[in-house]
């Protein structure tokens, strides 16, 4: 007979404006399980795990916590209580030491001062205790994503969190750090603590849940065995249809006289003296799409802004778009020769949240003459423009004159691919094109891009999902420490535990192999 | 001359200069100092030290007692400060904006307070004021050179120092100090911590309004012995550039205020040289925040583009 550590009843969220969050949610965490909650975007799960967690409160509803209702005023209560959270966007402070992230609000003091001698034995023992393999008076500004996760899991467990809950933890790692990490989470659960996962990637979420609850529109759709669940009924449950994830069937294959939408030969770029990225070549031909995979921080950001014209710090190489060479190009010139983006934040770097969806939909080409007329923009051509891309995108918005703020993830990120798309542009970046929106939309966002590539567009896409790279690129580059480690000429040939080998650092290819990328 | 005016900036006279000038200077860069470190831009420093300063004369005018003053001045230095989070935290105001409007009345409104007392419009020269004095140190006081620099000082200089040291002390050893500067860094992360960032703010921008209060304070009770008008004159604005120029650094603040303090003194020698226009010469403590300013832009600038810039 199991314990009963956490239950919901009747949890309903009404936010102030109308929109119901979550309605009439049931469900049952037992002690030791580790027990996933899956669901689309804005399906909820968010908000119900801030319930949990003390950021919000239910508008209607008990929750019980270890057999007492909880009202948690704050997520400090829920520390008290015995509850953690490893938040999706880490919260930590880069320039403290892991020391010092740890124990923040809650330090160890001998007389008025903080015992610092205290904390670090503390600190590296229960790093030491879960084989974490941290030395916790490194500063975290110096530390690779996964061992930035491992500090949030040890902030949570030295405030002696018997619960934890971890929202999509798996979305920076590598698969062989997902492996490990979830080694861990099993640990975890031999020593009593209890886990809820929230994950959009249903491999993972089958292979470590004992249990899987999932969420549509804010209705709980029931509570299941991980093994009385197969992956197709899993996958109807949330998105309430079946899904179309082969997308090599889509791909025609026209010729386009292996004309070059992008080049980029001996990049080099320094930051704290070392290099960054290092002596990269590659080239994207019109009408393939080219996956670059890698764990967050090898470079691939300062690629990306590079390419696009964001970097600031100096660097070396050429850059050639559509024929052009770009070094010397602004961002919109750029565009001008052919470039289109989808920034990997599009909250800040792809949209104007305070604006219409309409504006957002034309800001990348407000120029164009079918818009611009000489002084004044043409405002019914704009809209025009911009419902028919809503319709055909199905952006979930009553009109496109509503606030992008307004919409949830995916549908922002429609917003961005919609106006990239209308850009007709010949080469595309896609940077993390579907990083935390839901299969629905991942699907559809899909679609689109393979669409532009049968149109001829080259597509760049840089991702740190897996199944993602491997299943629409036609060729792979894997970036390590700043080089390309590993080039793939067919992705239909790659194996998944192949690639995270070389994304890790644990298998490179000699300068011959990866030549392949610029030359083939 | 201008041999005679480098002999002064190398005389001890002068150095005793620059310590007295240095006092406001530094109150305001270390106000301006807890309230960034905790996530709040204090750009109400100006105006915060002239009510300080008023309010310190009126104070000790009223009670007879120059200590009493002191304590009138930190106690409306910091309901300055609260005020600023009344409006900006309880009714959503723009604090930036809040700053500016106490910025820009904060002269007129001393005058006006002056007017109700004295009649007058220039000083506070018709109150009958205490003001404190000087500390002499025994011992110290006669050793040579060293007595000259640590003894005899006024006595809010002291506190000043005492100040400099504690808030170090504070912010980078104890337990508050750290959730001060976690919200200053990431208040998500503090935030999730179990920390309460709004009162955090709150305590910053009080202790802000206290350094600063005490900077008007030690003008028109310790050190002028008399409000004037303007006379704060951009020394709290000097406060704020300094903690610009720090970017988080606590030895570069203080740095950059006693590099100000400098100018300041500098200016004060060249004015008292008749052959310099008195207006231009003015301009030199001010013009000495541009130029430093600029430089640190500058340099940092190349920094990031060498990438030698690591992540805050």
Redesign the interface.
Same mark, same amino acid.
């Given at each position: 007979m199991k314990e009963t550590i956490l239950k919901l009843d009747n949890v309903t969220k009404v936010y102030p404006n109308g929109t119901v969050a979550n309605r009439d949610i049931n469900m049952e965490f037992e002690k030791g399980e580790i027990h996933s909650v899956v669901g689309e975007n804005g399906a909820g799960k968010s908000t119900l795990m801030k319930m949990i967690f003390g950021i919000e409160k239910p508008s209607s509803g008990t929750i019980t916590y270890k057999g007492q209702e909880a009202k948690f005023n704050?997520?400090?209560d829920a520390?008290?209580a015995g509850i953690g959270?490893v938040?999706q966007?880490?919260?930590?402070?880069?320039?403290?030491s892991i020391v010092? /992230?740890i124990i923040?609000?809650?330090?160890p003091?001998k007389s008025?001062?903080?015992d610092q001698n205290e904390a670090t034995k503390k600190c590296q023992e229960l790093s030491d205790k879960y084989d974490f393999e941290l030395d916790v008076t490194a500063k975290v500004?110096t530390l690779s994503v996964a061992k930035r996760q491992k500090v949030e899991i040890l902030?949570t467990l030295y405030r002696d969190a018997e619960l934890i809950i971890l929202d999509e933890p798996t979305s920076v790692l590598t698969p062989q750090e997902t492996e490990k990490l979830f080694d861990q989470l099993r640990q975890f659960k031999q020593q009593g603590h209890t886990i809820i996962f929230i994950s959009h990637k249903l491999e993972e979420v089958k292979k470590i849940s004992d249990k899987i609850s999932v969420i549509r529109n804010g209705v709980s759709k029931g509570t299941y065995l991980n093994e009385e669940l197969t992956m197709e009924q899993l996958t109807n449950l949330i998105i309430g249809r079946d899904l179309d994830s082969d997308m090599d069937k889509y791909k025609t294959h026209e010729d386009f006289n292996n004309e070059k939408a992008l080049e980029v030969k001996n990049l080099y770029?320094?930051? /704290?003296?070392k290099p960054?990225l290092d002596n990269i070549s590659f080239a994207v031909k019109k009408g393939e799409i080219l996956g670059v995979a890698g764990v967050e921080g090898n470079g691939q950001q300062e690629l990306v802004k590079c390419i696009t014209g964001l970097e600031?710090?100096?660097y070396t190489g050429d850059i050639f778009i559509c024929g052009n060479r770009v070094n010397d190009f602004n961002i919109k010139k750029r565009r001008d020769v052919g470039m289109a983006y989808i920034p990997e934040d599009r909250m800040n770097d792809g949209v104007a949240g305070e604006l219409p969806i309409s504006d957002n939909l034309i800001s990348t080409y407000y120029t164009r003459e079918d818009i611009n007329k000489k002084v004044f923009m043409d405002t019914k051509k704009i809209d025009e423009v911009s419902e028919e891309l809503v319709k055909t995108f199905a952006v979930k918005t009553k009109t496109a004159k509503a606030n992008v703020n307004s919409l949830s993830g995916g549908n922002v990120q429609k917003v961005v691919v919609a106006r990239e798309y209308n850009t007709n542009s010949k080469f595309m970046i896609a940077e993390q094109p579907t990083h935390g929106i839901d299969i629905g939309s991942e699907e559809f966002v899909h679609h689109k891009l393979i669409e532009m590539r049968n149109a001829g567009a080259g597509i760049l896409l840089v991702s740190a999902n897996l199944n993602e790279v491997m299943n629409l690129s036609d060729r792979i580059i894997v970036m390590f420490d700043g080089k390309i480690a590993g080039y793939f000429k067919d992705a239909n040939d790659v194996d998944e535990s192949d690639l995270g080998m070389y994304m890790l650092g644990a298998k490179r290819q000699s300068i011959e192999e990866t030549g392949g990328a610029l030359n083939d | 001359m201008l041999n005679n005016i480098i002999e002064t900036i190398f005389s001890m006279r002068f150095l005793l200069q620059v310590i007295r000038l240095a006092t406001p200077i530094i109150f305001a860069s270390i106000g301006a100092f807890v309230a960034a470190s905790c996530g709040i831009g204090n750009i109400a420093i100006e105006s915060i030290m002239t009510f300080a300063a008023l309010a310190g004369i009126i104070g000790s005018y009223l009670s007879g007692s120059a200590w009493v003053g002191v304590i009138v001045a930190v106690i409306v230095g910091m309901l300055t400060a609260l005020l600023i989070t009344f409006f900006s935290m309880r009714l959503g105001a723009d604090p930036f904006l809040i700053m500016i409007a106490l910025n820009t009345f904060a002269d007129a409104v001393a005058i006006f307070i002056l007017f109700q007392f004295t009649g007058e419009k220039g000083s506070s020269a018709s109150l009958a004021t205490k003001s404190l004095g000087v500390i002499d140190i025994p011992i110290i006081k006669d050793i040579p050179i060293i007595g000259e620099i640590f003894s005899g000082q006024y006595v809010l200089t002291y506190v000043c120092w005492i100040l400099v040291i504690l808030t170090f002390i504070v912010l980078y050893k104890t337990p508050l100090g750290m959730r001060m500067r976690a919200c200053g860094l990431n208040a998500d992360a503090a935030k999730t911590a179990g920390i309460n960032v709004e009162r955090l703010q709150k305590l910053s921008l009080a202790l802000s309004g206290l350094f600063a209060a005490l900077g008007g304070a030690y003008l028109s009770i310790n050190y002028l012995k008399i409000f004037t008008k303007g006379m704060v004159s951009g020394q709290g604005w000097m406060g704020v550039a300094a903690n610009g120029i720090a970017n988080g650094n606590y030895l570069s603040l203080i740095l950059s205020a006693i590099i100000f303090s400098f100018f300041r003194a500098v200016s004060i020698i060249f004015s008292s040289n008749s052959s310099f226009p008195t207006d231009l010469v003015g301009a030199i403590p001010y013009l000495s925040v541009f130029i430093i300013l600029t430089v640190v832009s500058i340099v940092n600038y190349y920094r990031i583009k060498r990438g030698k810039v690591e992540e805050q």
């Open positions: 704050s997520s400090m520390i008290h959270m938040h966007h880490f919260m930590l402070i880069p320039s403290f010092d /992230n923040l609000g809650d330090e003091t008025i001062f903080i500004s902030k770029m320094e930051k /704290n003296n960054v600031e710090t100096a | -």
